[in-house]
């Protein structure tokens, strides 16, 4: 490791430790979670504003540690442009997720690296894949393997129907 490297990161735990007269939070624990979740990126001034202040700093790190931002979806797109051979997968723009196509089945894939993998394999939430026009593509529960599996519910193959409903889908956790 680098002197300075070192260095950054005592100024990084100092500024964490850091009392700010009259500091206070200043990003919601909603915004923050959006921005820890990857749903919603921080803006140019709400990242000044945390940069700011110590206090939310603190916050922020809480709410990563506690792993109270649970995550609710994630999106993707169908990005290949039409090459006349079979869709076989689709993946999130997060990389959390793959759709795969396999003989009239659609099967969900939650990557082993995604930061609430684990939560969502013990919590077993619903789940819910549906494409660009609101058609529920798949509906189920993460197995251990934290796949979920059903049959292929269109008349069309997964490449003409994504393209058919805005080549969009989303993940989604439904409410308990």
């Given amino acids: 490791m680098k002197p300075d ?11 964490l430790l850091a009392r ?12 923050l979670g959006a921005a820890i979740a990857g749903r919603t990126p921080l803006s140019a001034g709400e990242r000044a504003a945390l ?6 700093i603190r ?3 809480q709410l990563v540690l506690d792993g109270v931002t649970a995550w609710r979806s994630s999106a993707g797109m169908l990005r290949a442009a039409d090459s006349g051979a079979a869709l076989t997968e689709l993946v999130t723009d997060d990389g959390h997720w793959t ?12 990557h082993a690296q995604a930061p609430f993998a684990r939560q969502l394999l013990v919590e077993q939430p619903l ?15 993460l197995d251990s393997d ?17 393209q058919q409903a805005g080549a969009v889908f989303a993940v989604e956790a439904l409410p308990a």
Avoid at 101 to 109: C, D, E, R, S, W
């Fill in 5 to 15: 490297d070192v260095l950054e990161r005592r100024l990084r735990a100092a500024i």
């Fill in 20 to 31: 700010v007269d009259q500091d206070r939070l200043v990003l919601s624990d909603a915004v």
């Fill in 51 to 56: 940069a700011a202040s110590p206090l939310t």
């Fill in 59 to 61: 916050r922020f790190r």
């Fill in 99 to 110: 759709l795969h196509f396999l003989a009239g089945q659609v099967i969900l894939q939650l």
């Fill in 127 to 141: 789940l819910r894949v549906i494409d660009g026009a609101g058609a529920v593509v798949m509906l189920g529960r």
């Fill in 146 to 162: 934290g796949e979920c599996e059903s049959a292929w519910p269109f008349a069309v193959a997964p490449a003409q129907h994504f």
